[in-house]
């Protein structure tokens, strides 16, 4: 039903910054609760941030806090992940993620409680 799909990923130096994009279909964008998730090479898939429906609340792993900043634009059907002072450590395949039922005021960080994933976009950090 809701398909998602990642932009602005590439290859970057340390300390460099980059703007991800999601660009979600259907008329009930405004409706869900919206994560970014990321997985490393060799590694599982992890938490990195969330925003709520309509009310601004978000929700930071906390090896993002104060570098990555979560936005939306519900006229746009579009969440975004502002990434600055970009480490090595931030390298992964980024996906963006939605939560139908958006239950609770703050966003989930459980990725069980996500419904629609985009393909996922890379980001790759040298140095």
């Known amino acids: 039903q809701v398909q998602l799909v990642e932009s602005g990923g590439g290859l970057v130096q340390a300390g460099d910054s980059l703007r991800l994009s999601c660009a979600a279909s259907?008329?009930?964008?405004?409706?869900?609760?919206m994560g970014w998730f990321r997985q490393a090479p060799g590694k599982e898939r992890e938490f990195v941030a969330a925003?709520?429906?309509?009310?601004?609340?978000?929700n930071y792993a906390d090896s993002v806090k104060g570098r990555l900043t979560i936005s939306r634009d519900n006229a746009k059907n579009t969440v975004y992940l502002q990434m600055n002072s970009l480490k090595p450590e931030d390298t992964a395949v980024y996906y963006c993620a939605a939560d139908r039922r958006a239950v609770w005021r703050t966003p989930s960080r459980t990725e069980n409680d996500y419904d629609y994933w985009g393909q996922g976009t890379q980001v790759t950090v040298s140095s």
């Open positions: 259907g008329r009930t964008f405004s409706s869900y609760h």
């Open positions: 925003i709520s429906r309509r009310d601004g609340i978000t």
